[in-house]
């Protein structure tokens, strides 16, 4: 299947990304930023420029595509001053309508659209209980729904299948609403927001993509499908949860009338009623209760604590996973895949055996500063994945993780690089972020390079 994502460098966007890949389908991004969705995503996907809120898509990115994902649309998050609710509807609103323009001028459209929507369109309603039936409700955010979802609906002449997938807050250990949350349970000041009784409906960020794959490769009964988990819990019972998930005490409150003068109107998101349910999709959760997905997200977390950054990218190569991983366990190719600027040199004595225990010592330049280096391989599980950590260096922290999945005969090669700079965060969005992703994207083009063009023997 060729799909093409807009969103594609947001969180769920990236996830998506990656379980294309492993589908083995053909995939297409819509991105304001070209270079920053270059740097981070694949390399075996295609990237067109696109600013939703100006023009239509080019039209060269859409043909031959059997479907759309449409992601985009500016975050919700934050204080929403004039400005800030502007562009959270025109870049929904006015970025759906030019796409559907540029889908209906072609002469062989996809047939199938699927599109990010929000709970939020049936507003605050109490303990009602909200199926894809129900009207929708009052307010800014199911103001910006409703023309979200309308937007749409000229799809349905041109023949175009269109569903809207009103998510629910999206749970992930990468970023987003979880992310938020925790910060002050980090800090031992676990609480419930207002009076706890507003329900929440909420999705394990797996089975975001999940309900997406599902509804791309189905036949979806509605037009509209309520994303969320299975179980039902209010704001006090998440907080519960998270409690025991966490074994922190829940002992503070914080009052409506403290939490808008914090956050502004954005503060009715968060305690707003949407006891939102579904049993329309036919999609199997993989994480149906919220005690199962809190204790996965935390458990994958807690390798990123200390304030450590992350880094993670992925490409898919045609060749089988133990001749990718043979690859990888080679140093040599070590020096084959780290960009030329660098003047990456292994200086351990020859020859080098790699596994378990391993400690690698090499040279490199960093903006003209020689730097020595000292890796130990502390994981190593062939063929699926191994990590090496700096033991000497120019880092805080790093940690490379080297993943390998089969993808049919292909390979999905995914590198997560857990590190904190010295410099601090301004260092790092300055300088070694930036540096990092041009590596990796080096990194990815040499990769393609030896593997996925290298000849196959008769």
Known sequence: MRV????????LGKALISQLIINGDSVAVLTRNVQHAKNILPLNVDVFHWNPSKCMPPLKSLEQSDAVVHLAGESVQGRWTKTKKDRILQSRVL?????????????????????????????????????????????????????????LEPLTEAGIQSTSLRLGMILSDRGGALKKLLLPWNLGLGLKIG???????WIHVDDA????????????????????????????????TLAKVLSRPRVFQIPKFLLRAIIGEMSCELISSRRATSSTSGYQFLFPSLSQALTDLIQRGQRNQNGLK?????????????????????????????????????????????????????????????????????????????????????????????????????????????????????????????????????????????????????
């Open 209 to 240: 993509v999940g309900i997406i794959n599902h509804a791309l490769r189905t036949d979806p009964p509605t037009s509209a499908i309520n994303a969320v988990a299975p179980e039902e819990v209010t704001q006090t019972q998440f907080a519960d």
């Open 95 to 151: 970025g759906t309508s030019n796409l559907v323009s540029a889908l209906k001028s072609m002469d062989l459209p996809p047939t199938k659209l699927v599109s990010a929507s929000a709970v939020g369109y049936y507003g605050d309603r109490g303990d009602e209980q909200l199926t894809e039936y129900s009207n929708r409700g009052h307010g800014f955010l199911s103001d910006v729904v409703d023309g979200w979802e309308s937007s």
């Open 195 to 201: 009076d706890g009784s507003q329900w929440w409906p």
């Open 310 to 458: 992350v880094f993670q990218t992925e490409m898919l190569v045609d060749v089988a996973i133990d001749k990718v991983f043979e690859f990888f366990s080679d140093p040599a190719n070590l020096e084959e895949l780290t960009p030329p600027w660098l003047n990456f040199k292994i200086i351990s004595p020859q020859p080098l055996s790699v596994g378990l225990g391993a400690i690698i010592d090499y040279k490199l330049r960093v903006h003209r500063i020689p730097i020595r280096w000292q890796s130990e391989i502390t994981e190593w599980d062939p063929p699926r994945f191994f990590v090496d950590v700096q033991k000497k260096g120019p880092y805080r922290h790093w940690e490379h993780t080297h993943e390998f999945q089969p993808s049919g005969g292909a390979t999905l090669v995914r590198d997560t690089v857990r590190y904190n700079s010295p410099g601090g965060s301004i260092v790092d969005k300055l300088f070694v972020r930036r540096d990092i992703e041009r590596i990796f994207s080096y990194r990815q083009h040499k990769l393609n390079l030896l593997l996925n063009d290298e000849p196959t023997s008769a």
């Open 4 to 11: 093409v994502v807009t969103g594609a460098t947001g969180l």
